[in-house]
């Protein structure tokens, strides 16, 4: 099982990223996969989850409005959409396989939100 983020920067206020998340090893549409997040310091945060047809997601209060997770089961990638940034963003943003924070993840990517 492997999970590879790419997508993170540095980015002002108010901008726009768009992460990436390619899978390999495991039947890719089977699983539920999660976006978390770690700001320095504190501990691993879910922010985002969606189904593994692509049909259903939920996102933490924090980013709901601003953030879309989104997925391409033929092109084994999950993908986390980051609009209006703020600095409270700034953290390593993990791609997780299933529901729970708990599960396997890549190595993250850093997206740092600053002036």
């Known amino acids: 099982v492997q999970l590879v983020e790419s997508g993170g920067g540095l980015v002002q206020p108010g901008g726009s990223l768009k992460l990436s998340c390619v899978a390999s090893?495991?039947?890719?549409?089977?699983?539920?996969m999660t976006w978390a997040r770690q700001a320095p310091g504190k501990g691993l945060d879910w922010i985002a989850q969606i189904n593994g047809a692509g049909t259903s997601t939920d996102y933490a209060d924090s980013v709901r409005g601003r953030f879309t997770i989104s997925r391409d089961n033929a092109k084994n990638t999950l993908y986390l959409q980051m609009n209006n940034l703020k600095p409270e963003d700034t953290a390593v943003y993990y791609c997780?396989?299933?529901?729970?924070?708990?599960?396997?993840r890549g190595q993250g990517t850093q997206v740092t939100v600053s002036s």
């Open positions: 090893g495991f039947t890719f549409d089977n699983y539920p």
């Open positions: 997780v396989r299933g529901f729970s924070v708990a599960g396997v």
